[in-house]
C-alpha cells in the first residue's frame, strides 16, 4: 500500500512492465511482480545481483529515465547512474541420485522481468544488507511468526542515524524475549557427504569417520 501510495504521488504517467513465464513458475514464487509499475523518481531495491557487479542484491536507487527500448536508468545510492535491464530467473527441481549419490538439477521454468521492486517500503528480510539514514519499523502483535530477537534486531540495525518504532510495546518485549530462529531444512548435510566422498576418491585420502558422520 505505501510502495503504490508513493508511486501514485509522484508526477508524470507510470510505465508498466509485463513480465515473462517460460514453462513451469508458480506465481506466488514470482521474485518481483508480473505487472511491474514504475516512473522517474520512484524509489526501487535491486533484487538480484548483476553480472558486471554495478549492483548488489539489496541496493536502493531511484529511477532517473526510461528510454523507447525500455531500458531503465536508476541512480544508486552513491551516485552512480546504471542502465537496467530485463533479467531472468530459473524454477529448477533438485533430485538426489541415489544410484550415482549426488544431487541433479532440472530446469522447469524460466520467469524475465526487470530484476527491481518499489522500495519506499521493503520487508526487514531484504533489507538485510542494506543500511538506510531513517529506519521506521510498524511492530504488531499481529505480526506473531516474526516476533522474534534476530528479526528485530535486523530490522532496527539497518539505520544510519534514527529508528522509529510504530505498534505495541508488548510486540516489541515479546520480540525481545524470543530467541528461536527455528530449525532450517536444507541439502547441506547431502553436500558435505557428497564432498568428503569425493574427495576420498580423488585424492585417495580417508577422511575422519567422525566429520562426514556428523554432517548426516
Given at each position: 500500500?505505501?510502495?503504490?501510495k508513493?508511486l501514485?504521488?509522484?508526477?508524470?504517467?507510470s510505465?508498466?512492465?509485463?513480465?515473462?513465464?517460460k514453462?513451469?513458475?508458480?506465481?506466488n514464487?514470482?521474485?518481483?511482480?508480473?505487472?511491474?509499475?514504475?516512473?522517474p523518481?520512484?524509489?526501487?531495491?535491486?533484487i538480484?545481483?548483476?553480472?558486471?557487479?554495478?549492483?548488489?542484491?539489496?541496493?536502493?536507487?531511484t529511477i532517473?529515465?526510461?528510454?523507447?527500448?525500455?531500458t531503465?536508468y536508476?541512480?544508486?545510492?552513491?551516485?552512480?547512474?546504471?542502465?537496467?535491464k530485463?533479467?531472468s530467473?530459473?524454477n529448477?527441481?533438485?533430485?538426489?541420485?541415489d544410484?550415482e549419490?549426488?544431487?541433479?538439477?532440472?530446469?522447469?521454468?524460466v520467469?524475465?522481468?526487470?530484476?527491481?521492486?518499489?522500495?519506499?517500503?521493503?520487508?526487514?528480510?531484504?533489507?538485510?544488507?542494506?543500511e538506510?539514514?531513517?529506519?521506521?519499523?510498524p511492530?504488531?502483535?499481529?505480526?506473531?511468526?516474526?516476533?522474534?530477537?534476530n528479526?528485530?534486531?535486523?530490522?532496527?540495525?539497518?539505520a544510519?542515524?534514527?529508528?522509529?518504532?510504530?505498534?505495541?510495546?508488548?510486540?516489541?518485549?515479546?520480540?525481545?524475549?524470543?530467541?528461536d530462529t527455528?530449525?532450517?531444512?536444507?541439502?547441506?548435510?547431502?553436500?558435505?557427504q557428497?564432498?568428503?566422498?569425493?574427495?576420498?576418491?580423488?585424492?585417495?585420502?580417508?577422511?575422519?569417520?567422525?566429520?562426514?558422520?556428523?554432517?548426516?
Open positions: 500500500f505505501i510502495n503504490e508513493k501514485a504521488e509522484l508526477p508524470g504517467d510505465t508498466i512492465f509485463t513480465g515473462e513465464i514453462g513451469e513458475f508458480p506465481e514464487s514470482l521474485p518481483t511482480q508480473m505487472e511491474l509499475e514504475v516512473k523518481g520512484a524509489q526501487i531495491i535491486f538480484k545481483n548483476d553480472y558486471e557487479r554495478r549492483w548488489v542484491n539489496g541496493t536502493i536507487g532517473a529515465g526510461i528510454d523507447e527500448d525500455e531503465l536508476v541512480i544508486t545510492e552513491d551516485g552512480k547512474e546504471v542502465d537496467v530485463k533479467d530467473w530459473r529448477i527441481r533438485y533430485r538426489y541420485n544410484k549419490k549426488k544431487i541433479e538439477e532440472e530446469e522447469l521454468g520467469f524475465i522481468q526487470y530484476p527491481i521492486r518499489l522500495a519506499w517500503a521493503i520487508t526487514i528480510h531484504k533489507s538485510q544488507g542494506s538506510c539514514q531513517v529506519v521506521i519499523i511492530w504488531l502483535k499481529a505480526f506473531y511468526p516474526m516476533l522474534k530477537r528479526i528485530f534486531y535486523t530490522g532496527i540495525t539497518r544510519k542515524q534514527r529508528v522509529y518504532i510504530v505498534g505495541e510495546w508488548k510486540a516489541v518485549c515479546q520480540a525481545i524475549h524470543t530467541d527455528g530449525t532450517r531444512k536444507t541439502m547441506l548435510a547431502v553436500k558435505i557428497q564432498y568428503c566422498e569425493r574427495y576420498q576418491r580423488q585424492e585417495n585420502r580417508r577422511i575422519p569417520a567422525t566429520i562426514c558422520n556428523r554432517a548426516v
